[in-house]
């Protein structure tokens, strides 16, 4: 019997490009947020519009998040070392669970400041036009943002620049929001703007625990999805030389997936030919699917 562990040959092939990638786009977040955010706040104070300065605390809360995210870029794309044998891919989890607190959080925010809104809606004063130009200024970006962001987060399938891009679309929806509400209170419908924003705070809740619950089970050894173990099973079935597989495992790191796998092959085959075999495994499974290391046993059959 044997049992190997392999290294993804050529870890860090391709990273330096991809890290430099994420983080250009990262940077580029950062650049949009800051201008919305000051944009909102000095004209949210100068036309007496409340929604437009939550809005641009709103944007500042993804300030935030943009600075975590280029953090976990940072020390996930660190080679392994002594302390960290299968690299640091997991801070990109330990990241999404921090960005996906901060949805939460977020959504707190509105909730609480939409039902303070419902309970004196005599207290909305009339705001300036130029507020709902800022409000839909900011649609536009946030959206945009959103599109830029999703583009590179799926070209590189990283999951922590796919949360901060979903997290763009629902400033994207809160700025919707803004813009209706302000709407509503230049046509004397104060109160559109508080419904609106109780709305809008609940999907952001929502949103906020779904990031957070993924990354929470990536961070406690989840498996990997039912597709891609068959996906893996299927490949590793069809390198020539094996005869059966069982006891397969996964478990998520980072993007990634750590894999741990029974091989059947022909008893009367020597130790060489098996380690071949297992060899041909590592190389296919590797070539196919976003696997970081697999571990093979060997059972003869």
Do not use: C
């Not at 100068?46 to 709103?58: K, M, P, R, T």
């Not at 929806?173 to 609106?196: K, M, R, W």
């Amino acid at each position: 019997m044997e049992a190997k562990e392999w290294q993804q040959p050529g870890a860090g092939q391709g990273q330096p490009e991809s890290g430099r990638e994420a983080q250009r786009s990262t940077w580029v977040s950062v650049a949009v947020n800051l201008v919305l955010t000051l944009a909102q706040v000095v004209v949210g104070l100068f036309a007496a519009s409340q929604a437009l300065v939550a809005d641009g605390i709103h944007s500042l809360s993804d300030l935030l998040s943009d600075f975590v995210v280029l953090l976990a870029i940072q020390y996930s794309r660190k080679a392994p070392d002594a302390d960290h044998p299968y690299g640091h891919q997991r801070y990109e989890n330990a990241a999404s669970l921090v960005v996906g607190a901060l949805l939460l959080a977020v959504g707190v925010g509105m909730l609480w400041s939409a039902g303070v809104k419902l309970l004196a809606p005599a207290a909305i004063p009339q705001v300036d036009r130029l507020a709902l130009w800022v409000a839909l200024f900011t649609l536009v970006a946030k959206e945009g943002l959103f599109r830029y962001l999703l583009a590179v987060a799926r070209r590189l399938r990283s999951s922590l620049l796919e949360v901060n891009a979903w997290h763009s679309r629902s400033d994207a929806a809160s700025s919707l929001v803004v813009a209706l509400g302000i709407g509503g209170n230049l046509l004397g419908y104060g109160l559109l703007d508080p419904i609106a924003a109780l709305i809008v705070s609940l999907m952001v809740l929502k949103m906020g625990w779904e990031f957070l619950w993924k990354a929470l089970n990536d961070l406690t050894d989840h498996a990997a999805s039912e597709q891609e173990m068959q996906a893996i099973a299927s490949d590793i079935l069809a390198t020539p030389g094996v005869l059966g597989v069982h006891d397969l495992r996964t478990r998520k790191t980072g993007d990634l997936i750590l894999v741990d796998v029974h091989l059947e092959i022909d008893g009367d085959l020597s130790v060489r030919q098996g380690h071949e075999i297992a060899e041909a495994v590592h190389a296919r499974v590797l070539a196919q699917h976003p696997v970081l290391n697999i571990l093979t046993h060997v059972d003869p059959v």
